[in-house]
């Protein structure tokens, strides 16, 4: 691995997941949110990527599989990678107990990239990019790991007063959603920021719509008019 690649990688970030690992598909925990929110993701991945079926896909940032999972379920043959042990080992165990055929890897998205450029028809990387140092190195990574008209998305939170103020005062400190401490704020993404990251990567955007919670329901729902606080964005590969 070569010192960007490294230098890509915030150990302190990875370690905040390592100790919550063993939680991972505890439904009424820390992860629960994760949990309430991947139906509506994976329906929008596989919606806007005409469908999963046999589809070769790579997901960035797997973690304990929650996404990686579900993709498979929905027939695509999908690879998992995360710089996380803890993570990777709780992934690798839970696609036993749900009889699936996932690859998992500690590997860096750029290494990746390098090893497997031009593979995959579908690339997610979701609530990934604001745990790194560097976001546009790992969404260039996605570039190359998909196919010229290949589907690449990305998931991650608003940075305004009002994303500070639910998905951190809120959601860690008086909803507890989260363990305190999950997020810094500083490195929160505009969408107007990951848009041109998108764009000079040689991405094309799509669509994106926002993630919504009302804390009385508690219900979650995509809502493309409120990109406030948490949002998805679908891009595509520029063909040749």
Partial sequence: MTNTQQNNVDLNEVAKFEALA??????????????????????????????????KVIDIGCGG??????MAKLGADVKGID?????????????????????????TAEEIAQREAGQYDVVTCLEML?????????????MTLVKPGGHVFFSTINRNPKAYLFA???????????PKGTHDYAKFIQPAELNNYARKAG??????TGMTYNPLTK???????DVSVNYMMHTQKIEA
């Fill in 203 to 208: 991405l094309e955007v799509t669509h994106m």
């Fill in 219 to 225: 219900v979650y729902k995509l809502n493309d008019k």
């Fill in 168 to 178: 951190i005062v809120g959601a860690e400190y008086i909803l507890k959603m989260l």
């Fill in 22 to 55: 063993s939680r991972w598909w505890d439904t009424e925990n820390e992860f629960k949110p994760l949990h309430d929110i991947n139906p509506l993701r994976t329906n929008y991945i596989s919606d806007r990527a005409n469908g999963l079926q046999g589809k």
């Fill in 130 to 142: 604001e745990h790194v140092p560097d976001p546009s190195s790992v969404i260039k990574a996605c």
């Fill in 83 to 107: 710089m996380g042990e803890a993570p990777l080992a709780v992934a690798k165990l839970h696609k036993e107990e749900s009889k699936l055929d996932i690859d998992y890897e500690k590997i």
């Fill in 65 to 70: 599989g929650i996404l990686s999972e579900a």
